[in-house]
């Protein structure tokens, strides 16, 4: 299930030299909020790492597959109303793998810093 343009949707793109960005807009009448957690939602993780995903293949128009998770680190909850930025450096791109490192922030802090390995398919 794809979560671009149902939980959320891409709000700006930037390319700079070593990094790409893209701010997001959460839906949060979604029905991910209703269930996780009632009265006090957050996104999930797993949530988070797939928007991450899914923005990567945005931009490289390929589809990738999660090979992967080297390091994950929850800093802060994101919540339904928040409008987070999805940083990516480090992006190395070998003969059908991809690793990445990924940052979830806002701006004053960041919530979430990961680094992912990708198998890149198509």
């Known amino acids: 299930m794809k979560l671009i343009n149902d939980l959320f949707e891409i709000v700006s ?3 700079r030299d070593d990094c790409y960005q893209c701010q997001v807009k959460l839906h949060p009448e979604h029905r991910i909020y209703k ?4 009265g006090n939602p957050i996104t999930p993780g797993v949530c988070l790492m797939q928007m991450g995903e899914e923005l990567l293949e945005e931009k490289l128009g390929k589809q990738l ?3 992967t998770v080297k390091s994950i680190r ?5 919540g339904p109303n928040d409008m987070p930025t999805f940083t990516f ?3 190395v791109l070998n003969e059908g793998s991809l690793s990445v490192e990924i940052a979830v922030a806002d701006s004053e802090e960041e919530f979430v810093k990961m680094v992912l390995q990708y198998q890149v398919e198509g």
Do not use: D, G, M, S
Not at 74 to 78: E, P, T
């Open 74 to 78: 929850f800093k802060k909850i994101v």
């Open 89 to 91: 450096t480090n992006e």
């Open 35 to 38: 269930a996780h957690f009632p």
């Open 13 to 15: 793109t930037e390319q």
């Open 65 to 67: 597959q999660l090979k």
